[in-house]
Antibody
Framework: EVQLVESGGGLIQPGGSLRLSCAAS????????VSWVRQAPGKGLEWVSV???????YYADSVKGRFTISRDNSKNTLYLQMNSLRAEDTAVYYC?????????????WGQGTLVTVSS | QSALTQPASVSGSPGQSITISCTGT?????????VSWYQQHPGKAPKLMIY???NRPSGVSNRFSGSKSGNTASLTISGLQAEDEADYYC??????????FGTGTKVTVL
């Protein structure tokens, strides 16, 4: 059974850093593309980043240069390193698996972890 | 990358059909077949309902169907049921190798 479990969220001051983790089971993060999507309180979904099986990474303009997506194949875990955090980064962050052989389609999602950026 | 445009809300009575539109540009919706639709109930994670414009994942009811014309994709829910009340988001691949979501549509079953 495919499962994704996010962790690492919490309250952080503006300008601070946080690393989110997403533990995957039932598939390998190295063999699939995996993405981060966020949702600000009461708002819509916003795509954040993706890492492909070959290692290529892409980011939304809103986080480019501040966030870094990575994975640890030995731990089957996805990460999102978030630096220079701003109030507008406050959101629930979801990790999601890309559907095999289908472009830009996220077929399994975690339950999300809340990041609150506030002083 | 600007969000795709969806109506804020759509409503219908049980048994009726409703259609949600998703308008983008030639750099996203109009340029690729990679349009997906997600359903999200309050406090829950999104669920994939349609991919590649019109394909349904295993387990998704055939009451859900998708289509595309030019820069606008559409999701139709036929035989509307109470359990269909949720937020719906479209998504597309883009020419900059990124993804973009729609603004979201709240579906209300009257």
């Amino acid at each position: 059974e495919v499962q994704l479990v996010e962790s690492g969220g919490g309250l952080i001051q503006p300008g601070g850093s946080l690393r989110l983790s997403c533990a995957a089971s039932g598939f390998t993060v190295s063999g699939n593309y995996v993405s981060w999507v966020r949702q600000a309180p009461g708002k819509g979904l916003e795509w954040v980043s993706v890492i492909y099986s070959g290692g290529s990474t892409y980011y939304a303009d809103s986080v480019k240069g501040r966030f870094t997506i990575s994975r640890d194949n030995s731990k089957n875990t996805l990460y999102l390193q978030m630096n220079s955090l701003r109030a507008e980064d406050t959101a629930v962050y979801y990790c999601a698996r890309g559907k095999s052989d289908i472009v830009a389609t996220l077929d399994y999602w975690g339950q999300g972890t809340l990041v609150t950026v506030s002083s | 990358q600007s969000a795709l445009t969806q109506p804020a809300s759509v409503s219908g009575s049980p048994g009726q059909s409703i259609t949600i539109s998703c308008t983008g540009t030639s750099s996203d919706v109009g340029g690729y077949k990679y349009v997906s639709w997600y359903q999200q109930h309050p406090g829950k994670a999104p669920k994939l309902m349609i991919y590649d414009v019109s394909n349904r994942p295993s387990g998704v009811s055939n009451r859900f169907s998708g289509s595309k014309s030019g820069n606008t994709a559409s999701l139709t829910i036929s035989g509307l049921q109470a359990e269909d009340e949720a937020d719906y988001y479209c998504s597309s691949y883009t020419s900059s190798s990124s993804y973009v979501f729609g603004t979201g549509t709240k579906v209300t079953v009257l």
